[in-house]
């Protein structure tokens, strides 16, 4: 007898021609009651999970499906994939109805496709049930919408709950991967309750290994564990790991060239109880720190002048400074300080959301994981680093930041500097008035 998953395998190919790689099918011909999927990025969730919904709502009429992520426009990739498949087919075309308020909402043949976000407490899901719930990035909901509200959605109906995500650490996804591992490839259409698998980026053979490789060199390996090999890290929420940090710290000094161009990050005690200054020498070899300073307890106006003498000491030729909110007046008074001083060093300015923070750590953690960067043994800085984690808002957004009761300030001077630092090459070097090596801009 042709399982429910075969059936629905067979009509996608009849309606859209979707053919599957073969962990797509192995994914898709699983019936387990709760299905979880760590899969790496580009893999092809949001394709199965689009098709998975459709033809379970063509052959299964008056069937309610919820698509949820922690994120409005996260759930809505699924869902508009849905309505792209569809709406695409001059058959079904006619059998729909979408609605885009309050929520989107996909109706055909009695069936209803709706996505909905977690929120943080689930309280946009309470109250109604469903046949099957899909959970896209799972990991970033939180494990009380999955207990509390999600499951019990499914009880009246005796629904399936599926999970799919690239892994956030061991928390609650991994919990209930865990539960079906050894239940998930061998027996793909096994009818167990749980079923569990591991998709790594490369089981689809539409992406290119060259790409895949490239990628390797351009993340750290715990982000590419995560991301392209689906893997869970027991340490993931720390962003340095402390094997980098002693490596890093290891690193013999050095030999310093007349064109060896230094550079400083600054990040002023905004909403921290310090401001921190960390300069940076560049060599061909990568990155050295050779000076710190972290204060707090000072007028704006001592502030500056005891950065300046910190640039000047350690000959630094261009700057990168937090500009955000009260940064960018200082930007301007640290500018016109060392130009009366006559000192010539560029200052840019680098302004601070969630996503460009983002960037700035990353390529620092970049440097740490590829052995690019020397740091000294200082207690603090070191500390900083080893407190400085990832973490899961209530919003289902990836924050980085100090642990609670810890500072981060040398944490972002340091990885300002290594961003300015970047610009340090043959090919961002010109000559200031005085004739010495510079980078940047002012």
């Known amino acids: 007898m042709t399982s429910d998953s075969a059936i629905r395998l067979n009509l996608a190919k009849a309606i859209w021609g979707w053919k599957p790689h073969e962990t797509q099918k192995l994914w898709m011909l699983s019936e387990a009651k709760v299905k979880v999927a760590s899969c790496g990025r580009r893999w092809g969730k949001t394709e199965s999970a689009a098709v998975d919904a459709a033809t379970m709502a063509i052959?299964?009429?008056?069937?309610?499906?919820?698509?949820?992520?922690?994120?409005?426009?996260?759930?809505?990739?699924?869902?508009?994939?849905?309505?792209?498949?569809?709406?695409?087919?001059?058959?079904?075309?006619?059998?729909?109805?979408?609605?885009?308020?309050?929520?989107?909402?996909?109706?055909?043949?009695?069936?209803?496709?709706?996505?909905?976000?977690?929120?943080?407490?689930?309280?946009?899901?309470?109250?109604?049930?469903?046949?099957?719930?899909?959970?896209?990035?799972?990991?970033?909901?939180?494990?009380?919408?999955?207990?509390?509200?999600?499951?019990?959605?499914?009880?009246?109906?005796?629904?399936r709950l599926v999970m799919i995500s690239t892994p956030f650490g061991k928390n609650h996804f991994y919990q209930a991967f865990m539960k079906g591992v050894g239940s998930g490839e061998p027996r793909a259409k096994s009818k167990e309750r749980h079923a569990s698998f591991t998709f790594p980026s490369w089981t689809n053979p539409h992406i290119s290994r060259e790409y895949i490789e490239q990628q390797r060199l351009e993340i750290s390996p715990r982000q590419f564990a995560v991301e392209y090999e689906a893997a869970f890290i027991d340490d993931q929420s720390c962003v340095f790991s402390w094997e980098e940090i002693e490596s890093a710290t290891a690193h013999a000094p050095s030999e310093v060239v007349e064109d060896n161009c230094v550079v400083a990050g600054i990040d002023w005690a905004r909403y921290s109880d310090y401001t921190a200054v960390v300069a940076m020498r560049v060599t061909d070899s990568g990155c050295e720190v050779i000076?710190?300073?972290?204060?707090?307890?000072?007028?704006?106006?001592?502030?500056?002048?005891?950065?300046?003498?910190?640039?000047?000491?350690?000959?630094?030729?261009?700057?990168?400074?937090?500009?955000?909110?009260?940064?960018?007046?200082?930007?301007?008074?640290?500018?016109?300080?060392?130009?009366?001083?006559?000192?010539?060093?560029?200052?840019?300015?680098?302004?601070?959301?969630?996503?460009?923070?983002?960037?700035?750590?990353?390529?620092?953690?970049?440097?740490?994981?590829?052995?690019?960067?020397?740091?000294?043994?200082?207690?603090?800085?070191?500390?900083?680093?080893?407190?400085?984690?990832y973490e899961l808002t209530d919003s289902g957004n990836v924050r980085m930041n100090a642990r609670s009761g810890h500072h981060d300030d040398l944490v972002i001077a340091l990885a300002l500097a290594c961003w300015q630092s970047k610009t340090s090459g043959a090919a961002g070097r010109y000559l200031t008035r005085n004739g010495r090596v510079a980078v940047g801009g002012w």
């Open 59 to 159: 052959i299964h009429p008056g069937s309610i499906q919820m698509i949820v992520s922690a994120t409005y426009d996260q759930a809505r990739l699924i869902f508009d994939s849905v309505e792209r498949l569809i709406i695409g087919s001059p058959i079904l075309r006619k059998q729909a109805r979408v609605v885009r308020t309050p929520y989107p909402k996909l109706t055909i043949n009695g069936s209803v496709i709706s996505a909905r976000t977690a929120d943080e407490d689930g309280r946009n899901l309470r109250g109604n049930s469903a046949d099957r719930v899909i959970v896209d990035e799972a990991a970033y909901v939180r494990d009380c919408v999955i207990q509390e509200v999600i499951s019990p959605m499914l009880a009246d109906r005796d629904g």
């Open 291 to 389: 000076g710190i300073d972290r204060f707090n307890a000072m007028g704006w106006s001592q502030q500056i002048d005891r950065v300046v003498d910190f640039l000047r000491r350690y000959g630094v030729s261009s700057v990168l400074t937090d500009q955000t909110s009260i940064g960018d007046p200082l930007l301007e008074q640290l500018r016109s300080k060392l130009w009366q001083s006559g000192a010539d060093i560029s200052v840019d300015g680098y302004g601070f959301t969630n996503q460009s923070k983002r960037d700035l750590i990353e390529n620092l953690s970049l440097k740490f994981a590829h052995k690019g960067i020397s740091i000294p043994r200082d207690e603090t800085l070191m500390r900083e680093l080893q407190y400085f984690e």
